[in-house]
């Protein structure tokens, strides 16, 4: 009789857990179908304007360096002002997008588009605006795949002698081929232009012949003669290859121009930026891009979460720069007002915030910073008095998110599921509200894990305003928590009365969503250490979250043993019993054991927590 009861209850346990997941299942991949296409919003669309110069798709990765499987060709090697040029650009394999510009080739670092272009599929292909002039740029529409797509140049009327066609060709998402080299055309009469190496030139800026400091820079004199940013707070960039430093002091007595020191670890570029907010976009930029045995060195506007637009060395002097073991360091000195010309850059004797950042760069041309910037906690005025100013890579409001989805997993949650996996029959009579004294603690613990758990999940939104592609399966880990989260008490609201033949389906499909959720949340908090906007130091964080891990594993075998020891291996299916569970009443001793390890498990879990939530008050 006994086997056939327990036979009986596993496979209604089965049937319940293979219900649930037929219908949280629909739900998962409903959350994810929304969360990807959110994300694969990207520029299918071919709307790449602020891609005019550089010609960057900024798709996070690289472009390729080895040979390309596209061609550029024209139907002809000479031109007249006004002519129409057939320009073809193919490959032997299938493209998604493209960028197609003619720039004149008489000038290696010329970044002007010349002539414009019209279309002959308008349905595949459109036209951008470059340089302020209509039509001077080509891109494509969708990311439906192409083998060929035809357009014609109109030559201006005015045009310089040789001009050459050149074209971004991506191929997938994160394979691209930048600035490949088309042919090149010269006006009839002309001697023909040498190709063009296909390597593309760095960006311009401001480029020394050789290194001409002398040594590192050095923290002496911050707070004291000149204004300094340093991360870690008190490095010296003499003696620390990690340190992060940025310094500002006046140039001369009358605080007409400031003197810019800038040095950190990176194989690409550093970069620091004004900012009126915390929010990167319509800042005023300053770059020390490594190109070559070179740095250049030069000032752009970020108009938003894009690359660095209108590069200029304009109001940049007296520059100087040194590439020693990893480290970029650059000086410059700059008017605290520039001329009319130059109206989107700030004076410096405004407060802004300060961004300090740091990344790859390839050719010259920077990619997205590796990690979240260095932000000053506050608005600095560069002209004021010197002082050591403090910074952050995490934002607050995901530090919040960060704080709040551990509050929630890590304590409320997990003693939640702990009180109702293993304290049912330790107040059998106790009532709380009209209702059982664990049922309330539970339910409440429950409620208030699931509020946590959705106020946490839109911050990040609020704070990206969309879908970050550079979060890996994090995010998608995050919606996966968040529905099944709100799938538990909508299921808890339905659920059958205890005398209910259905009620053990209840009891296993509760349990079986609930122990997804608690292991997606897990992994969530794993990947959740490694994001960008809120690094927390590692290998430590990763070993606070092992430590526990192993710190649940072990109460929960305790208090299974206990269980085996104490109440045997009955099975009901009864709510006012666990799935598992013993006698009605346990003696007052075991119970007291119960309640010493419930208080010891809250109080251990408490203690991991303060330790992660230490650690992202100090990112």
């Known amino acids: 009789m006994y086997s056939m009861t327990v036979c009986a209850t596993v496979t209604l346990g089965v049937k319940a857990v293979v219900r649930v997941m037929s219908t949280v299942g629909p ?47 024209s139907n002809t090697s000479t031109f007249s002002p006004g002519d129409h040029i057939q320009v073809t650009l193919s490959g032997t394999s299938y493209f998604e997008g493209f960028l197609l510009q003619a720039r004149d080739a008489s000038s290696p670092d010329s970044v002007f588009t010349v002539g414009t272009f019209t279309l002959t599929d308008s349905s595949r292909a459109q036209l951008l605006t470059c340089d302020k002039q209509q039509g001077s740029a080509v891109s494509h529409t969708s990311d439906a795949r192409l083998t060929e797509m035809v357009v014609i140049w ?5 045009p310089p002698s040789v001009v050459q066609f050149v074209a971004t060709v991506v191929a997938h998402y994160d394979t691209f081929w930048v600035k490949l080299p088309g042919p090149v055309i010269h006006v009839s009469g002309v001697t023909p232009h040498p190709p063009q190496s296909p390597v593309p030139s760095p960006s311009p800026g401001h480029m ?63 970069a620091f930026a004004l900012s009126w907010d915390t929010w990167m976009g319509n800042d005023d930029v300053y770059m020390c891009v490594k190109a070559g045995e070179g740095v250049s060195v030069s000032a ?84 004021g008095p010197p002082e050591n100013l403090r910074g952050s890579r995490g934002p607050i409001i995901m530090k919040m998110h960060g704080a709040l989805m551990l509050l929630a997993w890590m304590l409320t949650g997990s003693v939640g599921t702990f009180i109702a996996s293993f304290y049912k029959p330790d107040w059998p009579n106790q009532t709380l509200l009209g209702q059982k004294v664990w049922f309330q603690v539970h339910r409440g613990l429950m409620m208030l894990t699931v509020t946590l758990t959705v106020v946490a999940f839109c911050l990040p939104f609020f704070y990206r305003k969309g879908w970050s592609k550079y979060a890996g399966v994090h995010p998608y880990l995050g919606c996966c928590v968040l ?31 609930g122990s997804v959720t608690e292991v997606l949340a897990v992994a969530a908090m794993f990947l959740g250490t490694r994001q960008s906007s809120l690094l927390l130091p590692s290998p430590w964080a990763t070993h606070v979250l092992i430590g526990y891990v192993t710190w649940l594993a072990f109460f929960r075998l305790l208090l299974l043993s206990q269980k085996h020891v104490s109440f045997g291996k009955s099975l009901e299916s009864d709510d006012q019993q666990p799935i598992f569970s013993g006698q009605a009443g346990p003696s007052r ?31």
Request: with cysteine.
């Open 27 to 73: 739900w998962c991949v409903l959350v994810l179908s929304v969360c990807y296409w959110v994300q694969v919003g990207g520029y299918a669309n071919g709307k790449v304007t602020k891609a005019c110069v550089s010609m960057e798709p900024h798709h996070g990765v690289p472009g390729q360096t080895t040979q390309s499987p596209f061609h550029l060709a």
């Open 154 to 158: 109109n030559a201006p009327e005015a």
């Open 208 to 270: 020394t012949t050789a290194p001409n400091l002398p040594g590192p820079f050095v923290s002496d004199g911050c707070g004291q003669s000149k204004s300094c940013l340093l991360d870690p707070p008190g490095c010296d960039p003499k003696d620390d290859p990690h340190c992060f430093f940025l310094s500002m002091s006046p140039e001369t007595p009358d605080n007409t121009s400031v003197v810019f020191e800038l040095s950190a670890p990176a194989d690409g570029y550093i």
């Open 300 to 383: 752009a506007l970020n108009t938003g979460r894009t690359h660095p637009e209108d590069q200029s060395q304009s109001g940049l002097n007296f520059v100087s720069w040194r590439l020693a073991d990893g480290v970029i360091q650059c000086r410059f000195s700059r008017p605290v007002k520039l001329s009319n010309k130059e109206p989107d850059r700030y004076d410096l004797d405004q407060e802004y915030f300060l961004f300090l950042a740091n990344g790859k760069a390839q050719y010259g041309n920077i990619w997205k910073h590796s990690r979240q910037p260095l932000i000053s906690t506050h608005r600095k005025r560069i002209t």
């Open 483 to 513: 529905a099944l989260s709100l799938i538990q008490p909508i299921m808890a609201a339905f659920r059958a009365s205890p005398d209910s033949h259905r009620r053990p389906v209840f009891n296993w499909a509760h349990w079986a969503v």
């Open 589 to 619: 001793l075991a119970s007291l054991v119960k309640a010493l390890i419930l208080a010891v498990l809250a109080l251990g879990n408490s203690a991991f927590l303060m330790a992660l939530l230490s650690s992202i008050a100090n990112v």
